[in-house]
């Protein structure tokens, strides 16, 4: 977190967290590594910047899939009662063995 990290000034950080609530979109580290030097920041800044910036990054893609894959799991409970075959064909012989007695 920018706002955490020693490496990174206090106005620094400020500005970031102005520039990241107004809507930036995900950009590379090397657009980022750019624009601090752009801005004037020197290189142990800059790249404390972009490290935040990368950890970020990581984080957002690890919670998504984490997000995603809880998502799918859920979603098995609910299709425990689809049927098994189209609509209108024949249980095998095999199924009809396997079916449990009403």
Do not use: C, H, W
Not at 13 to 25: E, I, K, M
Request: hydrophobic share 45%; aromatic share 4%; charged share 20%.
């Amino acid at each position: 977190n920018v706002s955490q990290d020693e490496r990174i000034s206090a106005e620094v950080s400020t500005q970031v967290g102005v520039a990241a609530g107004g809507g930036v979109d995900f950009v590379s580290a090397e657009q980022i590594a750019l624009a601090a030097q752009e801005a004037g920041l020197d290189d142990a800044e800059t790249a404390a910047l972009v490290d935040d910036y990368e950890q970020a990054q990581l984080f957002s893609l690890k919670a998504g899939l984490l997000a995603a894959a809880l998502l799918a799991m859920l979603s098995m409970a609910f299709t425990a009662d689809l049927p098994r075959r189209p609509p209108g064909m024949q249980a095998s012989p095999e199924e009809l063995e396997l079916s449990p007695e009403p």
